[in-house]
């Protein structure tokens, strides 16, 4: 990858074409945050018990939740990550969308209806059906808030470098403060509006960046007269590194390790989904299974569309953008696809400039609306399992659990604040991976074995959360995205040992084979009537909530 350039002469290079629409700029970002803000008050008047906070009152449709669950996983690393991701590193850029789209069918096949079926709130329901209560939702109060942090790091990264690129900002006490914005937001959203404000402004955002991205992909694809082998030709020539950017190696072939890196990365993305916190609990807004089901296929069909359209975006930003103008604005090129419509629109008109400011409007409506499902499905996780079940032993009332998940959300926020900072040049798509794999390292062994294993224990389900949560999470503070890259978060020291950027390859197996020899060497007599009890409820929904 080209040597990071200044970020002031980036930002100056971006901004300097839209300076003279500012107020334009700053006016659509406060429709979004007003609209969206009035849609949660809207929804919090409505939210009257836990049901309602938690779960919507279930009374989402199959299309609606779709919608919610496109708008939930299409984030800035779908939106902004992977644009600049194939922007500058062509055909292994590309990986990423192939990852997230294909993990859908892992989710659809194996956890969606038995989830909805099994479960009432949270991951943690399903494994306390036939588990020691207490001990296991404690790991999945922790694995869950874990997960949701990492993930929501992706968000704040992108928040700062959008709105610092729209408003000129240079400093990094301006980036801090911008991504502090976000959290205050998203805390607001959650605590007012709970999971029906979420969902409602994650419906209204999937429609905004779908239809940005339409926009933007049928801008890009007249340049070229619809000629995508044109397009991927201007690509691989601006790109500087000529055929070699449209095909496999050009940033993971080049020794073996990133060649491992690269099917680790791939393992991550393809089982991460499934054992995502803020994508599994929106499974318990619809009634029934059938409405689980029907979600998940809707959800499969709007991304389906939406990843094939960012091919399009990060070859478009690659033909058209100069790798080192990129590489200026944000190291790790997450300004890509805005940087993209300021150029299909015109740099030296006034087009380009609105264009740059709609698209990025939407892409904060994009952050702010995963940040609120995220902070929501961590919130609900410590006041449901930790706080009424593990706390108070099921003694809680509903008033005082929902004042716990207001409480937490505030917690969560300022760590994310706290952590977003420090990750504000990183690849946005690179951080989500890394949520992926911590998820599908301590999520998603549990998950299946609770469902699929008649043998399976409360001492494997503890071993395999926190086993693959302490590998993955360790391995990732000792690699090279903490130190040791001009890229890291903290790129002025060196001490990783793990050379590997993504840890899935070595923490996924692990959680797996952790679960299955607590289990084997565990004492505890797995209770075979509440496991028959569990597969029928998860198979036919038979007494679900």
């Not at 449709?61 to 984030?75: E, I, P, T």
């Not at 060649?259 to 029934?288: C, E, N, Q």
Request: hydrophobic share 55%.
């Amino acid at each position: 990858m080209t040597p990071a350039l200044s970020h002031t002469a980036g930002l100056t290079l971006a901004a300097d074409p839209v300076s003279e629409h500012r107020t334009l700029i700053i006016s659509l970002f406060a429709v979004i945050v007003v609209v969206t803000l009035g849609i949660t008050v809207w929804a919090g008047r409505q939210t009257r018990d836990a049901a309602d906070f938690y779960a919507g009152g279930r009374q989402f449709s199959g299309f609606q939740n779709g919608l919610a669950v496109s708008g939930d996983y299409m984030s800035a690393a779908s939106f902004l990550g992977i644009a600049g991701a194939i922007a500058l590193a062509g055909y292994d850029g590309f990986l990423y969308s192939i990852g997230f789209l294909v993990a859908w069918l892992v989710a659809l096949l194996l956890v969606a209806e038995p989830l909805r079926n099994s479960g009432r709130y949270t991951m943690g329901d399903v494994l306390a059906y036939r588990m020691r209560q207490r001990p296991v939702r404690t790991a999945a109060g922790v694995s869950t808030i874990v997960v949701s942090i990492f993930y929501l790091l992706a968000q704040m990264a992108g928040a700062g470098v959008l709105v610092s690129l729209l408003l000129g900002i240079t400093s990094d006490a301006g980036k801090i403060g911008i991504v502090a914005l976000v959290g205050v937001l998203m805390v607001v959203y959650v605590t007012v509006g709970g999971m029906k404000g979420t969902t409602w402004v994650q419906m209204v955002k999937a429609v905004l960046l779908i239809g940005g991205t339409v926009l933007i992909t049928i801008l890009v694809l007249v340049k070229f007269d619809f000629n995508i082998s044109d397009l991927l030709g201007k690509a691989a020539d601006n790109s500087g590194k000529g055929s070699a950017f449209l095909e496999p190696g050009l940033k993971y072939g080049v020794t073996s390790t990133s060649k491992i890196d690269f099917i680790s990365l791939g393992i991550a993305l393809v089982l991460g989904t499934a054992g995502l916190p803020h994508i599994l609990i929106r499974f318990y807004t619809v009634p029934t299974a059938k409405a689980a089901r029907k979600s998940v296929n809707w959800a499969i069909g709007i991304i389906g569309v939406f990843y094939l359209m960012t091919i399009v975006l990060g070859f478009g930003a690659a033909a058209l953008i100069k790798p080192d103008e990129i590489i200026a604005s944000n190291p790790a090129g997450n300004t890509a696809a805005p940087l993209l419509a300021l150029h299909v629109g015109g740099t030296d008109s006034s087009w380009g400039a609105i264009l740059l400011a709609v698209i990025s409007a939407v892409a904060f409506a994009t952050i702010l609306a995963v940040v609120a499902g995220l902070t929501l499905a961590s919130s609900s996780s410590f006041a449901h399992d930790i706080y009424a079940n593990v706390i108070k032993k099921g003694r809680a009332t509903e008033k005082e659990e929902l004042k716990a998940a207001r409480w937490a959300t505030v917690l969560i926020g300022v760590v994310s604040i706290a952590l977003g900072a420090l990750s504000r040049d990183l690849n946005v798509a690179g951080l989500v991976a890394l949520a992926f794999a911590v998820a599908a390292s301590a999520n998603l062994p549990t998950i299946l074995y609770s469902l699929f294993w008649k043998r399976f224990t409360t001492q494997g389900a503890l071993w395999s959360i926190y086993g693959g949560l302490v590998v993955a999470v360790g391995l990732v503070l000792f690699s090279p995205v903490v130190s040791g890259k001009e890229t890291s978060m903290f790129p002025g020291v060196d001490f990783h040992f793990f050379p590997l950027e993504n840890p899935g390859i070595i923490s996924i197996p692990v959680g797996f084979l952790l679960g299955w020899l607590g289990t084997l060497l565990g004492k505890e007599t797995p209770d075979a009537d509440k496991y028959a009890e569990l597969e029928v409820r998860s198979l036919t929904g038979t007494g679900a909530h």
